[in-house]
T-cell receptor
Framework: SQQGEEDPQALSIQEGENATMNCSYK?????LQWYRQNSGRGLVHLIL?????REKHSGRLRVTLDTSKKSSSLLITASRAADTASYFC?????????FGAGTTVTVRA | NAGVMQNPRHLVRRRGQEARLRCSPM?????VYWYRQLPEEGLKFMVY????????ESGMPKERFSAEFPKEGPSILRIQQVVRGDSAAYFC???????????????FGPGTRLTVL
C-alpha cells in the first residue's frame, strides 16, 4: 500500500493566497521529501526533511514534520500562477521512495 | 551540470513489441532508480541499480521486465512483449548516495511516456 497519502486531493486558490497540503504516512521513516510535477512533466525536488527535524524553509516553501502523528505539511506562501502543479510527498526508510497520489494545486490569476 | 536525461520522451509500441527506455544519471551519480506512474497516481518504485548491479528489483514485474546499468553507458529498462497495461510514464532518478546518507536526494528525469496500442 502507498506510504504517503496527501490531503486534499485538489486545491484551488487565488494568486497571492497561501496553499497548505498535508501528507500522512504509516510506518517509521528516515526522511520525507516533497516534489512538484507540472502536467505531463517530470518531478522537481522541492525539499527534504529528516526525521529528526521539525520544520524547514526554502524560499516561499515551509515544511513541517510531526513524527508522533506521522504527518507532514507543505505550505506555499504568496502563491503564483506558476505554482499550479501536482505536489507529492515521498517517504523513505532507505533508498526506496514511496509516493502518495498527490495534491493538485490550481492557482487562479 | 546536466540533470538526469531520459530518452525517448515518448514511445509508441504495438502489443507484443519490445520497449527500451534509457536513462543517463546526473554526472557523478552512481545510484539509479526506476519508477512507474499510472495516470492520476503517484510513482511506484520498480528497481534500484548501481553500476553493474541490481540492488533491489522488488517493484518490478517478474516477467517481461528487466533493467541494467552497465559499466559504460546509460541504464536501460526493457519491457518485452508489451501489453496495453504497460502504458504509463516511466521515470528514472539518480542520487549521489543512497539510504540515509547526506546526499540521498533523488533527482528525477523528465520521464518516458509509453503508449501501447
Amino acid at each position: 500500500s502507498q506510504q504517503g497519502e496527501e490531503d486534499p486531493q485538489a486545491l484551488s486558490i487565488q494568486e497571492g493566497e497561501n496553499a497548505t497540503m498535508n501528507c500522512s504516512y504509516k510506518t517509521s521513516i528516515n526522511n520525507l521529501q516533497w516534489y512538484r510535477q507540472n502536467s505531463g512533466r517530470g518531478l522537481v525536488h522541492l525539499i527534504l526533511i529528516r526525521s529528526n527535524e521539525r520544520e524547514k524553509h526554502s524560499g516561499r516553501l515551509r515544511v513541517t514534520l510531526d513524527t508522533s502523528k506521522k504527518s507532514s505539511s507543505l505550505l506555499i506562501t504568496a502563491s503564483r500562477a506558476a505554482d499550479t502543479a501536482s505536489y507529492f510527498c515521498a517517504t523513505s526508510n532507505d533508498y526506496k521512495l514511496s509516493f502518495g497520489a498527490g495534491t493538485t494545486v490550481t492557482v487562479r490569476a | 551540470n546536466a540533470g538526469v536525461m531520459q530518452n525517448p520522451r515518448h514511445l509508441v509500441r504495438r502489443r507484443g513489441q519490445e520497449a527500451r527506455l534509457r536513462c543517463s544519471p546526473m554526472k557523478g551519480h552512481s545510484h539509479v532508480y526506476w519508477y512507474r506512474q499510472l495516470p492520476e497516481e503517484g510513482l511506484k518504485f520498480m528497481v534500484y541499480l548501481q553500476k553493474e548491479n541490481i540492488i533491489d528489483e522488488s517493484g518490478m514485474p517478474k516477467e517481461r521486465f528487466s533493467a541494467e546499468f552497465p559499466k559504460e553507458g546509460p541504464s536501460i529498462l526493457r519491457i518485452q512483449q508489451v501489453v496495453r497495461g504497460d502504458s504509463a510514464a516511466y521515470f528514472c532518478a539518480s542520487s549521489l548516495d543512497s539510504g540515509t546518507g547526506a546526499s540521498d536526494t533523488q533527482y528525477f528525469g523528465p520521464g518516458t511516456r509509453l503508449t501501447v496500442l
